[in-house]
């Protein structure tokens, strides 16, 4: 096996008289999206349990509009990709989606762990960062 055999591999969407392919995203695309455009996905989370593909692109679609971008191997600008009817954004996603984790399930769980993580505060903070008061030191100085 070599690098190549993992690799994506595009999959052929119809679009009109022809077609476009679609790659699956790297978590560090899905986390890069996320990031970005965290106040769509918390509003779509916020919104619904499900993960329709129709759904997410009504609700968040610039955030939308990144992962088609990246879906499609960034050969279209965001403007062009944004600029398709619904329809169209609709199964590209879907194949996206498909393609990202074959396993709706898995999705589900993939995009819940991302936002878990997205809500911690960094492990390491930075020493020059201001250190709040646990409750029992809060206490005595209040006291005192």
């Known amino acids: 096996m070599s690098l190549s055999d993992l690799l994506p591999v595009p999959a052929a969407v119809p679009v009109g008289r022809g077609e476009v392919h679609v790659v699956g995203l790297s978590l560090e695309a899905i986390v890069s999206v996320f990031v970005a455009h965290r106040a769509d996905f918390e509003k779509f989370l916020d919104l619904n349990q499900s993960l329709d593909v129709t759904e997410v ?3 968040a679609p610039r955030m939308v509009n990144e992962i088609l971008y990246v879906a499609l191997s ?3 600008s965001v403007e062009e990709v944004s600029a398709l009817p619904l329809h169209l954004q609709a199964d590209i996603l879907a ?3 498909e393609l990202t984790v074959p ?3 898995k999705l589900q769980g993939l995009v819940s762990a991302v936002f878990k993580a997205l809500q911690k505060p960094p492990q ?3 020493p020059t960062s201001p250190q709040l008061p646990s409750n029992e ?7 005192d």
């Open 57 to 59: 692109a009504a609700t």
């Open 74 to 76: 960034k050969k279209f």
């Open 95 to 97: 194949k996206c989606m």
């Open 103 to 105: 396993d709706p399930k």
């Open 124 to 126: 390491n903070a930075s």
């Open 137 to 143: 030191a809060s206490k005595s100085l209040s006291s």
